[in-house]
């Protein structure tokens, strides 16, 4: 079979648009997009190998260049002819769900798996492994997957922000089929599923970049700034009725504190046990009014208050009870400020998922105040840890899944170098750090590997006791009882 017939048969059995009637209008939109010439050549079996050599031939043929960009989205165009159009995911997806939510979601995630909307391929380079700590195992990635982006992509997208402002952001619903251009990701290959969430229109997808099973994603349908209210917990118990095996939750709704995408209102969730979630209370809270709500101070490095019921109207009530004592609230003992200068400085990191009968909600108490001392954040990770991670300590990291930059790969191994006594080029920024380890212990090449994962979590354990807002030490434990004393007695 040629590798043209390979492409189009899969095209086929993946995509119900299609049957053999197909075939000969298949093969001609692949030819359009990568040259007559592909006929004369072997496919194979695997359809993410035909993918490569497909793209290949296209380069031959001068169709694209070796840009990485074109290649993305020649790639997606393909992959777009295997995936059924939108209308038709979505009326799958919704007769599947009529027999039980996961037959519909492992569909719809294999779906992403199969047509590379998830790069497999490139998520298999990610590096994953645990770490002891004293709240229990974290769990820590090196993501080589997600492209680094190149700064002079980064120059022109400035430039042509103002010009082109279409797709207005990556997570508006006009994504889905969008053909992608230099500066904006391939998405022909894209499908959202439409889903009512209160009385508003909403989307889901999964993450291209999956960093723990079925990672999704869910979107208003209205590009409006994220906002954290009652309707937030509102909406993650209903998002955990509608999905009761995944996890779901909201980043801060303030920079320094939150993730990357302020602009548009969306959730994150999945298949995944957080080490968070293992994290057991360790202080009990007792909430005036509320007897069937269960609450107390989780052990966690973050200030994490968990609170658990079978009955979400209660839920939601005591959530938002804490939510707006938090909004309002200041020590300045221990530098917690609800506002400095009338700018709101206090907000939340919302998470919620179910246990048998129960709902959970885990509730984070953020604070996005700067000083001198700290000018990225004085509850954001502190400068003898950022040649490790310096960006914000968003929702996944807060539930102690840490997403490291892949660049550490390679700065890692002259770090390694260094501690066996080999000649290396150490990161000027790792410097201090590596010295440290190499007083710490004895090093040699057997224990060097799994000592250094180890080392990593260290950090990382550090890097979320910097982000937590009530210290571990007495202070602060007496100021987060203080806290907690606003709404309830211990
Ligand atoms: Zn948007």
């Known amino acids: 079979m040629n590798i043209v017939e390979s492409h189009v048969k ?25 040259g007559e ?41 393909l992959m777009d002819l295997s995936t059924p159009s939108p209308s038709k995911t979505n009326q799958i997806f919704w007769k599947k769900y009529q027999l ?96 009512k969430l209160g009385n508003k229109v909403w989307g889901f997808q999964y993450s291209p970049y999956v960093y723990f099973p079925e990672h999704a994603i869910f979107i208003d349908q209205v590009h409006e700034p994220m906002n954290i209210s009652r309707k937030t917990f509102e909406n993650l118990i209903e998002i955990t009725q509608l999905f009761p095996d995944y996890f779901v939750g909201s980043n801060a709704d303030i920079p320094i504190v939150g993730g990357s995408m302020l602009d548009h209102e969306h959730y994150q969730g999945g298949k995944h046990e957080f080490p968070m979630f293992k994290a057991p209370i360790i202080y009990n809270l007792k909430i005036n009014n509320f007897p069937k709500v269960k609450a107390g101070i989780v052990k966690w490095p973050m200030s994490l208050i968990r609170l658990i019921s079978p009955i979400p109207e209660q839920l939601i009530a005591v959530a938002d009870i804490i939510r707006k004592s938090w909004l309002n609230y200041s020590d300045k003992s221990v530098n917690v400020r609800a506002f400095v200068n009338h700018e709101r400085k206090h907000t939340i990191t919302p998470i919620a998922h179910r246990q048998g009968n129960n709902y959970i909600l885990e509730i984070v108490l953020r604070d996005n105040q700067t000083s001198e001392k700290y000018p990225d954040g004085i509850f954001h990770p502190h400068p003898n840890v950022q040649h490790i991670k310096k960006e914000n300590i968003g929702l996944i990291e807060v539930m102690g899944l840490a997403i490291l930059p892949g660049r550490l790969l390679s700065e890692l191994q002259e770090v390694k170098k260094f501690l066996l006594h080999e000649d290396n080029q150490i990161a000027s920024k790792h410097f201090l750090w590596a010295q440290y380890l190499r007083k710490k212990t004895t090093w040699n090449p057997q224990n060097v590997d799994p000592k250094l994962q180890q080392e990593l979590g260290n950090v990382f354990t550090q890097i979320l006791k910097d982000a937590g807002v009530f210290k571990l030490d007495l202070q602060g434990k007496e100021a987060f009882f203080k806290f907690c004393a606003t709404f309830s007695q211990r």
């Open 10 to 34: 899969y095209c086929i059995s993946l995509n119900p648009d299609f049957n053999d009637l197909d075939k000969n209008y298949l093969t001609n939109r692949v030819l359009a997009l990568v």
């Open 100 to 195: 039980n939510p996961q037959n519909a979601t492992n569909w719809f995630y294999h779906l992403n798996c199969a047509n590379n909307y998830i790069q497999t391929r490139s998520i298999a380079k990610n590096q994953h492994f645990w770490a002891h700590s004293s709240f229990g195992d974290l769990e820590i990635t090196i993501n080589l997957a997600k492209p680094e982006k190149d700064p002079k992509k980064i120059a022109k997208m400035l430039k042509r922000h103002s010009e082109n402002q279409y797709p207005q952001c990556k997570l508006c619903f006009e994504n889905e089929g969008y053909q992608g251009r230099e500066d904006y990701p391939a998405r022909s290959n894209h499908r959202l599923i439409r889903f």
């Open 37 to 77: 010439s592909a006929s004369t050549i072997l496919g194979s079996d695997n359809h993410l190998d035909n993918l490569e050599l497909l793209i290949k031939i296209a380069q031959q043929n001068k169709k694209i260049t070796n840009d990485s960009s074109q290649i993305q989205i020649l790639a997606a165009q």
